[in-house]
């Protein structure tokens, strides 16, 4: 496993690239915001603002799952010896 200056283990790939697809959702959120600030979301902006946020918190979800299994494997097995 790799690791940084900190001597921790790097983040695995698979965190690295759900945080990239978080960041253009929050851009897409805050996009869709701008577009109708002051104004009631039309059906189809609402759909994809509840779509958006969605995937937003179940990304979240599954990056905390990901990253205590990872934490968990990082750790050393004293249970072997």
């Keep these: ?25 929050v ?10 600030a002051g104004q009631t979301f039309p059906k ?11 995937e937003l918190d179940d990304t979240e979800q599954l990056i905390a799952e990901l990253r205590a299994r990872h934490e968990r494997l990082a750790e050393p097995d004293d249970r072997e010896r």
């Design 44 to 54: 189809r902006a609402a759909e994809k603002w509840n779509r958006l946020n969605r």
């Design 27 to 36: 851009a897409a959120i805050r996009k869709l915001n701008a577009r109708y």
């Design 1 to 25: 496993m790799a690791k940084q200056k900190s001597g921790k283990a790097k983040e695995p790939r698979a965190i690295r690239e759900l945080r990239a697809r978080q960041r253009k959702r």
